[in-house]
């Protein structure tokens, strides 16, 4: 069999999540982009001065968290149900849950580099992991009832 005459996977648009739900990782994005920058051009030159130092570490983590993995999440709720066929379970609350997950323990991790203060990763560690624990675990199961 040719690659090109391999079956194909008809789109579903029926399964698409509301335009809500992706939409407000794509929202949040900006924002945590705007606030790294906001924070690099409030501390100058000094906050890259080695790639260890606190503040680059909570500028990357603004990005690659608050950005990066936003984008990604929000993108893969709407893609999820339309190209693979893979209903996430009850995807308005995980949604909501992850977001928030996410939202705020890049705003802990952020503020734990920035200030220095070791007490903060804690919390940052616990929501993150389980905003993701949790997005994982609903495409699983997703996965498993397709």
Do not use: Y
Not at 23 to 49: E, H, K, N, T, V
Not at 72 to 93: E, N
Not at 110 to 123: P, V
């Amino acid at each position: 069999m040719k690659p090109l005459d391999a079956p194909r996977r008809a789109l579903s648009f029926d399964d698409n999540p509301p335009l809500s739900l992706p939409l407000r990782f794509f929202l949040s994005a900006p924002l945590f982009a705007a606030l790294a920058a906001a924070l690099l051009a409030w501390q100058g030159p000094d906050a890259l001065i080695s790639r260890w130092s606190p503040h680059t570490l909570a500028l990357t983590h603004l990005m690659v968290l608050g950005c990066l993995s936003m984008t990604m999440i929000g993108a893969l709720m709407q893609i999820l149900p339309v190209v693979a066929g893979i209903a996430v379970p009850r995807a308005g609350a995980v949604g909501a849950a992850v977001h928030a997950g996410l939202c705020a323990g890049t705003l802990l991790l952020a503020s734990a580099f920035w200030l220095e203060q070791t007490w903060l990763f804690r919390g940052a560690m616990a929501l993150l992991l389980a905003a993701l624990l949790l997005f994982l675990g609903a495409c699983t199961v997703g996965m498993w009832r397709q």
